[in-house]
């Protein structure tokens, strides 16, 4: 079994940053597929970001390259998602999520674990 906790979230203006941490516990996640997700109100889950839990291979949703980075540090067992240039369509729940597998996948049904999700919120 792997825990993850999600935080950082919160309510920040257009233009601003935010960083989001995803603790996880549990077992060793090598070989693990880490994710960002968003959901609004009314939308489906979406990918934002990937990175494997071994190597430094990333991926990203287009709305959001060049603004959002995703890294992790394997000493603290935690990934982080730094999201500069926020817009209000980035308001959304964030969730961390665990895969059992190096493969990057963006559809959220091939995540195994989940965290409890953050709510990010950007005014106009």
């Known amino acids: 079994q792997v825990q993850l906790v999600d935080s950082g979230g919160g309510l920040v203006q257009a233009g601003g940053s935010l960083r989001l941490s995803c603790a996880a516990s549990g077992r060793t996640l090598s070989n693990y597929q880490m994710a960002w997700f968003r959901q609004a109100p009314g939308k489906e889950r979406e990918f934002v970001a990937g990175v494997r839990w071994s190597g430094s291979s990333t991926n990203y949703a287009d709305s959001v390259k060049g603004r959002f980075t995703i890294s992790r540090d394997n000493a603290k067992n935690t990934v982080y998602l730094q999201m500069n240039s926020l817009k209000p369509e980035d308001t959304a729940v964030y969730y961390c999520?665990?895969?059992?597998?190096?493969?990057?996948?963006?559809?959220?049904?091939?995540?195994?674990?989940w965290g409890q999700g953050t709510q990010v919120t950007v005014s106009s």
């Open positions: 999520a665990a895969r059992r597998s190096p493969m990057t996948r963006t559809s959220p049904d091939n995540y195994d674990y």
